[in-house]
């Protein structure tokens, strides 16, 4: 038993259906567990990666598993996707794009604040290997328009973006990056599936960290891309099987039973930040609230065409942040002062402004002012769980107060 069609249902379904199918062995209605490394054949099949086709039988876990095919299945139905393909991080995830499909001489746009994993890999190991890379700020559609060239190869959005929620229109960098004979690859770990689906919005390539909302209980680490076969095929044979950055199927499996349930905790999520984000925008000791779901959201009109939940992440500043982070690591009694997102558990990190900065964003002249202007000393990211909201309130109210 599996699903017959996937157009026509609904993504809390989906979530639970999609992509499953019962053991046929044992019947078996939750995906059966397969760790096995190895796989016994009745048939020559070529040792080379190069030859790895649909039709090759499970041989090895590093090319494929049972229990990964079934995750990958259902991310790319959720997604809307041809194909997808999952890896043991979000950054084994982000690598295996940027290197496969970028060479030596080809130039890279990417939004010039964003997860700082992927801004230090961008700014010093592709650049290392020969690919020239202009930062932009993605958030205005002139900024990518103005820094496209002949050479252009790949325009990378992360929206939202770590760490002021800055949107990205998907829909607008499509067109540019298209006109230019580029890929658009979309990181959309701030959002989910539930938020976004950038693939129906002309991007051609989405990544997630599946460590964050899609696996949702910070157990497991996982990434994953999803789009055309004709891009997910080169990230199998290439990236999987020779970069090597394979999912453990343990955590495939954990993953697949958190997305049963991500469509409602998504809607927990948004609606426990936006009663947070209100809270902190009403509170005298806070200078400024950053949450798409806000009126106040500079891009909150783009926020509400682009995205169907505003998810869970709310970034706000205040006065002497070092102080009150001190404050936070002794006196939270529910959140957990903690980096990371996505979690059912709430977490608060202060993203400072000078540390991100120097190693990671490198931004200077009115880029810098425009961050410094919006981050002030750092902002304090909050990744808002599914506990009380009146908990989450009371909790932040005693370290401010
Ligand atoms: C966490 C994160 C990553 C990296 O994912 P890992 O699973 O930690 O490797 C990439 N992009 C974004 C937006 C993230 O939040």
Redesign the pocket.
């Known amino acids: 038993m599996a699903l017959k069609s996937t157009s026509d249902k609904g993504l809390q379904t989906l979530s639970i259906h999609g992509g499953e199918t019962p053991d046929p062995n044992t019947g078996a209605s939750v995906p059966s567990l397969v760790m096995s490394s190895t796989f016994v054949v009745d048939e020559e099949v070529s040792f080379s990666a190069n030859n790895l086709s649909s039709e090759t039988p499970f041989v090895y876990t590093r090319w494929d598993n049972p229990t990964t095919q079934q995750l990958e299945h259902k991310l790319a139905i959720l997604e809307q996707a041809a194909a997808g393909i999952a890896f043991a991080?979000?950054?084994?995830?982000?690598a295996a794009v940027l290197l496969a499909h970028l060479s030596q001489g080809d130039h890279l746009v990417i939004s010039n604040t964003?997860?700082p994993?992927?801004a230090e890999f961008a700014r010093d190991t592709l650049t290392r290997l020969g690919i020239d890379v202009t930062p932009v700020d993605s958030s205005e559609l002139a900024n990518i328009e103005n820094a496209m060239r002949d050479n252009t190869r790949m325009v990378w959005l992360?929206t939202p973006?770590?760490p002021l929620l800055r949107i990205s229109d998907i829909e607008g960098a499509a067109g540019i990056a298209h006109a230019g004979n580029a890929l658009l690859v979309v990181?959309a770990?701030?959002g989910s599936p539930i938020a976004t689906r950038p693939l129906t919005l002309g991007a051609d390539l989405v990544?997630?960290?599946?460590?964050?909302y899609i696996g949702g209980h910070g157990d497991a680490?996982?990434?994953s891309v999803c789009g055309p076969q004709a891009l997910i095929g080169p990230l199998r044979g290439e990236a999987l099987v020779h970069y090597g950055g394979v999912i453990s199927p343990f955590n495939a499996w954990l993953i697949m039973r958190g997305m049963a349930t991500l469509p409602l905790r998504m809607r927990c999520h948004e609606a426990n930040a936006l009663a947070v984000a209100r809270f902190l925008e009403d509170h005298d000791q806070v200078e400024a609230v950053l949450y798409p779901g806000l009126e106040s959201h500079p891009q909150h009109a783009l926020a509400r065409r682009q995205m169907d939940n505003f998810s869970g992440m709310v970034s706000f500043r205040c006065a002497n942040p070092k102080q009150l982070a001190a404050r936070m690591m002794q006196q939270l009694e529910v959140i957990h002062y903690a980096v990371?997102?996505?979690h059912h558990r709430s977490l608060v990190y202060l993203m400072q402004t000078e540390d991100l900065i120097g190693s990671s964003y490198r931004l200077e002249g009115a880029e810098l002012e425009k961050y410094r202007a919006a981050a002030g000393e750092g902002v304090f990211r909050l990744s808002i769980g599914l506990e009380d909201s009146a908990d989450l309130i009371n909790d932040l109210r005693a370290v401010l107060d």
């Open positions: 991080s979000g950054m084994a995830a982000s964003n997860y994993g992927t992360e973006s770590n990181d770990t701030f990544v997630h960290s599946l460590t964050k680490m996982g990434g990371s997102l996505g």
